[in-house]
């Protein structure tokens, strides 16, 4: 059975991703649906922060058709699904896979979604393993 993505209140994470200078960094280099990563600011403890592909169906959904819905539809109105998705933080988007484009789309509607300036966050991606 599919894991849902539950949603979260983006108004009940922590202060600092709406003030601080952010970064999320991807903790590995895979590329596929579910990309692990976490977000982190000076002096602040980091915070894990997924990004979760809601397409992928093969050889099963990789989770439940309401969370993909709520995915698709937070997209089209220029937002992301905010959620917990296997017990950490994840943004919920559609598509099958994470490219450089999509992340960064991801994070700047994170960064609107807490009330910060999309100047206040970074992204970064490793090459290679």
Known sequence: ??????????????????????????????????????????????????????????????????SRHGAHQAWHHGQVLVGEYAGRLTLAAPGSAWDSDRVVAALTRLAKSVGARPQNYAVLLRIGG
């Open 1 to 66: 059975m599919p894991l849902p993505v539950i949603p979260v209140d983006t108004f009940e994470l922590p202060e600092w991703l709406g003030t601080a200078e952010v970064v999320w960094r991807a903790d590995d280099v895979r590329v596929g649906h579910l990309v692990h990563g976490r977000l982190t600011s000076v002096g602040e403890a980091d915070m894990a922060c997924d990004l979760l592909a809601v397409d992928l169906a093969y050889p099963a959904a990789v989770t439940d058709e309401a």
